[in-house]
């Protein structure tokens, strides 16, 4: 599960999850799923800098395609994965984009979530 996959944003949940598709190499997508950026805990609805890091990830993410390394999945289902986006030539890493802006909570020295079990 830990290779890039091509994954179109169509729906942003909060600052560090959201729901689309995966691309197949054939081009047809897979149901629509929901990741969540491994190690990365940005604030919840009632938080300081909620709305700032929502807007910002809907901005970045909302209709792009992306490319996602799924590496779990959590209790609820959803995909852990580190997602990569373009910037320029270079492709980024947007969970460590989020941590050098200082928006997230980094838990675990493994920068694993308390609730990836």
Same mark, same amino acid.
């Given at each position: 599960?830990?290779?890039?996959?091509? $994954?179109?944003?169509?729906?942003?949940?909060?600052?560090?999850? $959201?729901?689309?598709? $995966?691309?197949?190499?054939?081009?047809?997508?897979? =149901?629509?799923?929901?990741?969540? @950026?491994?190690?990365?805990?940005?604030?919840?609805?009632?938080?300081?800098?909620?709305?700032? @890091?929502?807007?910002?990830?809907?901005?970045?993410? @909302?209709?792009?395609?992306?490319?996602?390394?799924?590496?779990? =999945?959590?209790?609820?289902?959803?995909?852990?994965?580190?997602?990569?986006?373009?910037?320029?030539?270079?492709?980024?890493?947007?969970?460590?984009?989020?941590?050098? =802006?200082? $928006?997230?909570?980094?838990?675990?020295?493994?920068?694993?979530?308390?609730?990836?079990?």
């Amino acid at each position: 599960m830990e290779e890039l996959q091509k $994954f179109i944003v169509s729906h942003v949940d909060d600052g560090d999850s $959201f729901d689309g598709q $995966f691309i197949k190499p054939n081009g047809s997508r897979s =149901k629509t799923v929901t990741i969540r @950026l491994i190690g990365v805990d940005t604030p919840e609805s009632d938080q300081a800098r909620y709305k700032e @890091l929502s807007q910002l990830t809907r901005k970045t993410l @909302l209709g792009r395609v992306i490319e996602v390394k799924v590496v779990s =999945k959590d209790v609820y289902g959803r995909f852990l994965a580190e997602v990569f986006v373009k910037q320029g030539k270079e492709r980024i890493s947007y969970n460590d984009m989020l941590e050098a =802006k200082g $928006f997230v909570y980094i838990r675990g020295q493994h920068h694993r979530p308390k609730w990836d079990y």
